[in-house]
């Protein structure tokens, strides 16, 4: 995969105005509602929600990111988990 590459699985849903960019991989069943994902793995089943911005992460299988959330840090996404 190159620098500006994004791979997007085949039951990936990304509403309206969401972004799933930026070199992100992006695995089946994901939902990116109004957000945007950036320079990120995103796991099965993940969703990522409403105006909320994801950069820079790993979101492991089943992680949902609330509304308006900006996570930056691989600790903001092990925090949801816990």
């Known amino acids: 995969m190159t620098r ?24 089946d069943g ?16 993940v969703t990522i929600g409403e105006r909320a911005i994801v950069v820079g992460v790993t979101l492991p299988d089943g992680t949902t990111i609330p509304e308006d959330a900006v996570i930056t840090t691989q600790g903001q996404v092990d925090a949801l988990i816990d």
């Open 30 to 45: 994901a939902f990116i509602l109004h957000g945007a994902c950036f320079r990120s793995e995103v796991g099965n089943n």
């Open 4 to 27: 500006h590459t994004r791979m997007l699985a085949a039951a990936l849903m990304v509403a309206l105005l969401a972004l799933g960019r930026m070199a992100s991989f992006v695995e």
